[in-house]
């Protein structure tokens, strides 16, 4: 409703008043009660439906021919108490947090690029584009504020882990079948001899990769491939160790045949890819030879340290972690801990709970455990029992006597040339109201943090909290970081998207937030968070500011890895099966003819080539009319 009032609330003569919120269903009476209000004011005032462009345009024109300068406000819109802010919405709920941010990087960062480097490098007419609209639409039911918020009803948000298990689903799928039609169609495939198989590995993002990877390896079993080697476009042989051996089966499904299965020998690789320039893939050859295949050990022995080319992690017999950055010496101390509060809030505001002391993992560790140590990874998982009061009494204003355990784990990762430190947490939460957080210490001591928000980078201090806030957490949508002069250190997130800058040099993220409660007059259990929580942090130290120091592209490189794909040079060998004609005379197999027989995928040349200090590349698409190509760029600095 456009109201035309003189007043002293606006700087025009219009006053924009909303008419109903987002609980209530559209006002069936509202015009007849306009014509009565009108009645009632005086004749040069006017109360009217308006639409919002026609209000905007108004006013706008109004403020141009009567010269008027408004006043401009700069940065966020986060100055306000709890209720107006309603920060708690952060961390309410964080398995579908961890779910949504996944599902977004599939889309953006791996299957649209993906097939947008198979569309430019000959497959004109393969981008799936009516399959990526039904799983972003898909994507987009689970997008209304108080369904990605975490704070609706537990229906609601029950159908939301459904939707996102159709989204992997349907979108791991759609992964799969790009990924088997550049390896069909590259170049080392096709000049190879049918008797060997391929490696395809993509870079989706707009940043190089030169690193290692996982691979899993498929062979007809009736190959016998005992020992294999691989080699790179140029026949140079690549690295790589096999850590397992086994014989398996595989599903076979065709358009035409009906589905069978498949006697193979499958092996774990870990090797190194190289160079792969952005948004391009990189082919390996894999050829039979003598011999069998030497399996190395999942690890070499017992001790609680790894490190690689940037990094070394140690873990005492109490579960204490110290990293220690290789170039520079940097030693941080105890890095990572799990921290336990009470929470008297419900799903929007997290509220302190009184006469309440933090709970901290110090020194309860149950078990240091070395999952995996070889010269390409190393893992160590440090298991902890939290034992935690069951719930909050609010009438009391303390937490119960009544303790329960909640199992949890921190799992330390080390990739062979990896810029960054990889964390897996992990908490069976058993204890309600209550917030648990990871709380990574660092070695950089400031005023001020820096985070990334949605197409912004933006640095807060203590301005940016309200005098009375229960909680002073800030935003991140993919890492938070501390600078001292240059010495920096970041956080990169995967769905904790709730931060706090503690005591100069703490950075502390929600991964559990259990009230219980929508509302003070709502009840809904399934905010108690009864279940595994669990998600992925990293750790990267770094020299400089964010953007001298590549912190954009480690962050993407962090949530979206190459993807990797084995397939045989007889693109035959995988669609085999029964026929679909039932005949004991009939053996033959039938296929269908390939599409794109001229299309040959270039090794290691980019489909785009992008430049510039903090400049990201947000999309790498299909137009929506199929006449080319998409792709948009945000300036993250200042």
Known sequence: IAACFDNEFTFTPYLLLMNGVDHLEPQADLLPILEEVQKKLPEDEAIMQYNMDDYVKAVDKFVKENDIKLPVHENELRSGHDWEILKGTLSSRHYLKV??????????????????????????????YDRLIYTWKNLLRNHPHDSSCGCSRDEVHYH????????????????????????????????????????????????????????????????EINNFEIFDEQGNKVDFIATRKYDDYIDVFSPINLPGTIDVTKYDIYMKTGKITPFSFKNFLVKKTCGDMEITPAKCCDCPEIEN????????????????????????????KFEDVADAGESYVFVTGKNDTPILSDGTATSVEVLEKNEYVGRIKVSYDLLLPVDYDKKAEKRTDEKVVSKASLEIILRKDEKFVGVKYAVDNKSKSHRTRVLVSTDATSDVSTADIPYDVVTHGEEAHYIETYSKVLPNTSFASINQNGKGFAVFTNGAHEYEHMDGNKL???????????????????????????????????????????????????????????????????????????????????????????????????????????????????????????????????
């Open 99 to 128: 779910a949504n941010v996944k599902a977004q990087t599939l889309l953006e960062n791996v299957l649209e690029p993906l097939y947008s480097m198979l569309e430019k490098d000959g497959m004109n007419g393969f981008y799936p």
């Open 309 to 336: 080319e940037y990094f070394k992690v140690a873990v005492d017999e109490k579960g204490k972690i110290t990293l220690t950055e290789k170039a520079s010496g940097r030693v941080i101390d105890d890095v990572l």
């Open 160 to 223: 939301m882990e459904n939707r996102y298990s159709e989204i992997f689903e349907y979108g791991n799928d759609l992964l799969r079948r790009g990924m088997i039609a550049a390896a069909n169609h590259s170049k080392v495939l096709r000049e190879a001899s049918l008797d060997d198989y391929v490696i395809t590995v993509a870079n989706t993002l707009s940043s190089e990769f030169d690193g290692m990877t996982y691979a899993e390896l498929t062979f007809i079993r009736g190959d």
């Open 508 to 638: 502390a993220f929600s991964i559990i937030r259990a009230t219980g409660l929508i509302s003070e007059s709502v009840t809904e259990t399934g905010n108690q968070c009864i279940r595994l929580i669990e998600g992925e942090l990293a750790l990267c130290p770094f020299e400089g500011d964010v953007f001298s120091a590549g912190i954009l592209q480690l962050v993407q490189r962090f949530r979206a890895p190459v993807s990797v794909c084995h397939t045989s040079c007889d693109t035959r060998k995988f669609e085999g099966g029964r026929p679909c004609v039932q005949d004991s005379e009939l053996h033959e197999f039938f296929y269908l003819p390939d599409a794109y027989p001229k299309a040959s995928i270039p090794s290691n040349i980019p489909a785009l080539s992008v430049e510039g200090d903090g400049i990201q590349v947000s999309a790498f698409k299909r137009s929506e009319d199929g006449s080319g190509l998409v792709v948009r760029f945000v300036n993250l600095s200042d």
